[in-house]
């Protein structure tokens, strides 16, 4: 006994309406795969126009502390070699999350500025140079690298947190210091006005 199922008009009524419900799924899942993107741009485009978040530096007025390290070559080196351009110096040790998150922003602004008489001195807090060095290689830093086995910058300077940053001027008074990680928004804001004094 043939038991198949004659293929009727309702039966092909029913195979369309699977086939264009199928298609429908497709269709939605297609355009919520891309929506996640959509938003994610949009997103993007808002938060890079809104205030920065990261750390902004207070104005402080001080003559710069009488510091004097070694480099990576273990040549001696001292904050008094840079009077007369404005120097940042920044503290910091690899194993500080935020000290790593903005050093391509250090490089970046080091390289657009160092023809206009500023330096970037990164002094890195009691780490020897077999851990600094790979660091220094691994992050392509190319500005000064200075090794404070015994904290004596931290102490100069007053302060127990990395990252700090503090901007001298050609006089060789601090003007600003930094409390935290710092955004190249930042950087741009509040340090082009002190190299540009006259």
């Known amino acids: 006994m043939d038991k198949t199922i004659p293929f009727t008009l309702g039966r092909f009524m029913a195979l369309v309406?699977?086939?264009v419900g199928a298609l429908s799924i497709l269709i939605m899942l297609f355009m919520l795969w891309n929506?996640?993107?959509q938003e994610q741009a949009q997103a993007q485009e808002t938060v890079s126009g809104l205030q920065d978040f990261s750390a902004v530096p207070t104005e402080v007025n001080y003559p710069a502390p009488d510091l004097s390290l070694q480099d990576l070559d273990g040549s001696p080196v001292s904050l008094r070699d840079y009077l007369?351009?404005?120097v940042l110096?920044?503290?910091?040790a690899t194993w500080c999350p935020p000290c790593k998150e903005e050093m391509p922003a250090l490089v970046s602004f080091y390289e657009k500025y160092k023809p206009y008489g500023f330096v970037l001195v990164a002094i890195n807090q009691e780490e020897p140079f077999e851990i600094v060095e790979p660091f220094v290689r691994d992050y392509g830093?190319?500005?000064p690298v200075w090794l404070d086995l015994e904290y004596l910058a931290e102490q100069k300077f007053n302060t127990m947190n990395l990252p700090s940053?503090?901007?001298i001027d050609r006089a060789g008074v601090v003007r600003l210091m930094w409390i935290g990680g710092i955004s190249s928004g930042n950087l741009e804001k509040y340090v082009p006005g002190i190299i540009y004094e006259n």
């Not at 110096?89 to 910091?92: A, E, G, H, I, M």
Request: charged share 0%; hydrophobic share 60%; glycine share 10%.
């Open 17 to 19: 309406m699977i086939g």
């Open 35 to 37: 929506v996640p993107a």
């Open 84 to 86: 007369g351009s404005v």
């Open 89 to 92: 110096v920044n503290l910091w």
């Open 141 to 143: 830093l190319t500005f």
């Open 165 to 167: 940053s503090y901007v």
